[in-house]
């Protein structure tokens, strides 16, 4: 079983940034793949940003060159820098650990872009 606990949402005005957070309880080396996933009111939940073991990272279109995903293996903490905020990006953010075959599931943070 893995703990993830995300942080740093909030409100932002459009063109703002922010940065979420994702302390994890494994060590990161043990997870498979990381990742960002956002769900908008009456919408499906989409990923945002993925990063493998390996260092391999995957952007949805839609956020790339404006979004950052990285990790601190030390402080087994995910991150997501987010440039140039949008209204549209305006979402719950979860963060998702990967074992395979096993998926584990943060609470989510707001994060809410006013224009």
């Known amino acids: 079983q893995v703990q993830l606990v995300e942080s740093g949402g909030g409100l932002v005005q459009a063109g703002g940034s922010l940065r979420l957070s994702c302390a994890a309880s494994e060590t990161l080396s043990r997870i498979n793949v990381m990742g960002w996933y956002r769900q908008a009111p009456g919408k499906q939940r989409e990923l945002v940003a993925t990063i493998t073991s390996g260092g391999y990272i995957n952007y949805a279109d839609s956020v790339k060159g404006r979004f950052t995903i990285s990790r601190d293996n030390a402080k087994n903490t995910l991150y997501l820098q987010m440039n140039s905020l949008k209204p549209e990006d305006t979402a719950v953010y979860y963060c998702?650990?990967?074992?395979?075959?096993?998926?584990?599931w943060g609470q989510g943070t707001q994060v809410t872009v006013s224009s």
């Open positions: 998702n650990a990967r074992i395979v075959p096993e998926s584990y």
